[in-house]
């Protein structure tokens, strides 16, 4: 089964931070795991590595949503004729686009809760 430790290496993957800042990640890692455990059909296999992709995603999502909160919005840098600019808004998009993808990969252990009535 997946753990906490391998959705933090993950999550590490995605945001390089320092062991520092780990252990602040470390309880929204384990709330985003759970999040998708509990989201699994009964059969699926615990193991699969979409479940802790998926919740490294969250994670990174989480995270990115709460610095840029707390961040200047934009961040430039300048050498010579080049400037290189990454704003609070282009970093939320990435990281809804990693947590989307995530978690269409992770679709197929997923339950369906979807449900409809229709008139035959």
Same mark, same amino acid.
């Given at each position: 089964? !997946?753990?906490?430790?391998?959705?933090?290496?993950?999550?590490? %993957?995605?945001? $390089?931070?320092?062991? @520092?800042?780990? #252990?602040?990640?470390? $309880?929204?890692?384990?709330?985003?795991?759970?999040? /998708?455990? @509990? %989201?699994?059909? #009964?059969? @699926?296999?615990?193991? +699969?590595?979409?479940?802790? #992709?998926?919740?490294?995603?969250?994670?990174?999502?989480?995270?990115?949503?709460? !610095?840029?909160? %707390?961040? +200047?919005?934009?961040?430039?840098?300048?050498?010579?004729?080049? !400037? /290189?600019?990454?704003?609070?808004?282009?970093?939320?998009?990435? @990281?809804?686009?990693?947590? !989307?993808?995530?978690?269409?990969?992770?679709? $197929?252990?997923?339950? +369906?809760?979807?449900?409809?009535?229709?008139?035959?």
């Amino acid at each position: 089964m !997946t753990s906490q430790w391998k959705v933090l290496a993950r999550f590490k %993957q995605l945001s $390089p931070i320092d062991d @520092a800042e780990a #252990e602040k990640i470390l $309880p929204l890692c384990v709330v985003n795991l759970e999040r /998708v455990i @509990a %989201q699994l059909r #009964e059969d @699926a296999d615990k193991n +699969d590595v979409r479940i802790t #992709e998926a919740a490294a995603a969250l994670t990174y999502y989480d995270y990115v949503l709460r !610095t840029s909160a %707390q961040a +200047d919005a934009v961040t430039s840098f300048k050498a010579g004729d080049i !400037t /290189v600019s990454k704003t609070a808004s282009s970093l939320s998009d990435a @990281a809804q686009k990693i947590k !989307t993808d995530a978690l269409l990969e992770l679709a $197929p252990l997923m339950k +369906d809760t979807r449900f409809l009535f229709i008139n035959i």
